[in-house]
T-cell receptor
Framework: KAGVTQTPRYLIKTRGQQVTLSCSPI?????VSWYQQTPGQGLQFLFE???????NKGNFPGRFSGRQFSNSRSEMNVSTLELGDSALYLCASSLQDPALNEQFFGPGTRLTVL | KNEVEQSPQNLTAQEGEFITINCSYSVGISALHWLQQHPGGGIVSLFMLSSGKKKHGRLIATINIQEKHSSLHITASHPRDSAVYIC?????????????FGKGTKLSVKP
């Protein structure tokens, strides 16, 4: 069974641009969560989606948004990029409710904002 | 004060040593996770605990809900155990579903 895949793996953007990151969960998994990891703040929760609905959202500005499609694939979008958005963005999938099931992490997308 | 505190921040051990990493939290939780992150960024979920103790191979995780404390133990440590170990708690109540992470413990096991 294939693991969680994220595309692209690496991305370089400039300030003010927008970016879309993609996450394909393990087949059959219906929940996708997104996390941001920076050297200063560590890992922080961004969003959680289950069956195309956003169930939880972390404390991030409105420039960060996401969605989940009917095939459980998820995308996150960051608009008007800032230098501080440079980070490793990780997604994780779980079979059902991540509160009750193990999460499986993807390899991450490393975003650099210049 | 961070809601999830890990200690130590860095740990160097000799191969074969018994290792303990601690995690304390100050919020109400529904579950606690231990994660392992290798250089390069890949994260593996080691344990999800809501009570008691779990064991997987050389790894043991315990949680004391009353004391709001968890420990991750590695028996007979090996250089391949070198990684960052991260404790994360899942909030209970209105914010159920959100994960709050500790800053991680960087473990280096020398041969």
């Amino acid at each position: 069974k294939a693991g969680v895949t994220q595309t692209p793996r690496y991305l370089i953007k400039t300030r003010g641009q927008q970016v879309t990151l993609s996450c394909s969960p393990i087949s059959g998994h219906r929940s996708v969560s997104w996390y941001q990891q920076t050297p200063g703040q560590g890992l922080q929760f961004l969003f959680e989606y289950f069956s195309e609905t956003q169930r939880n959202k972390g404390n991030f500005p409105g420039r960060f948004s996401g969605r989940q499609f009917s095939n459980s694939r998820s995308e996150m979008n960051v608009s008007t990029l800032e230098l501080g958005d440079s980070a490793l963005y990780l997604c994780a999938s779980s079979l059902q409710d991540p509160a009750l099931n193990e999460q499986f992490f993807g390899p991450g997308t490393r975003l650099t904002v210049l | 004060k961070n809601e999830v505190e890990q200690s130590p921040q860095n740990l160097t051990a000799q191969e074969g040593e018994f290792i303990t990493i601690n995690c304390s939290y100050s919020v109400g939780i529904s579950a606690l996770h231990w994660l392992q992150q290798h250089p390069g960024g890949g994260i593996v979920s080691l344990f999800m605990l809501s009570s008691g103790k779990k064991k997987h191979g050389r790894l043991i995780a315990t949680i004391n809900i009353q004391e709001k404390h968890s420990s991750l133990h590695i028996t007979a440590s090996h250089p391949r155990d070198s990684a960052v170990y991260i404790c994360a708690v899942r909030l209970s109540g209105g914010s159920q579903g959100n994960l709050i992470f500790g800053k991680g413990t960087k473990l280096s096991v020398k041969p």
